[in-house]
Nanobody
Framework: QVQFVESGGGLVQPGGSLRLSCATS????????MGWYRQGPGKQRELVAS???????NYADSAKGRFTIYRDNAKNTVYLEMNNLKPEDTDVYYC??????????WGQGTQVTVSS
């Protein structure tokens, strides 16, 4: 069973920054593109950013210019650097494979709250 362990969330003021981390098993990590997703209460989970095995990133429009996704293959970890955070970025953030493979479990996520 694949496991994802997200960390790095917290409370930050508008305009602030956070760096999220997600660790997973080596074999799964190396073989797949990875994505960061987010979900708020009553909302569907949405893709924020993805990165291929070849380190090519892609971003949702809401993340372009503010977020950076990158991965460290030696540490089996994918990161999401978030700058200029806005209140509408408040959500629980998850990492997983990209695209999602049906039946793959989700981690507990990490809460990001942007508020003054």
């Amino acid at each position: 069973q694949v496991q994802f362990v997200e960390s790095g969330g917290g409370l930050v003021q508008p305009g602030g920054s956070l760096r999220l981390s997600c660790a997973t098993s080596g074999r799964i990590f190396i073989m797949n593109a990875m994505g960061w997703y987010r979900q708020g209460p009553g909302k569907q989970r949405e893709l924020v950013a993805s990165i291929t095995r070849g380190l090519n990133p892609n971003y949702a429009d809401s993340a372009k210019g503010r977020f950076t996704i990158y991965r460290d293959n030696a540490k089996n970890t994918v990161y999401l650097e978030m700058n200029n955070l806005k209140p509408e970025d408040t959500d629980v953030y998850y990492c997983n494979l990209f695209p999602i493979i049906r039946g793959t479990s989700w981690g507990q996520g990490t809460q990001v709250t942007v508020s003054s």
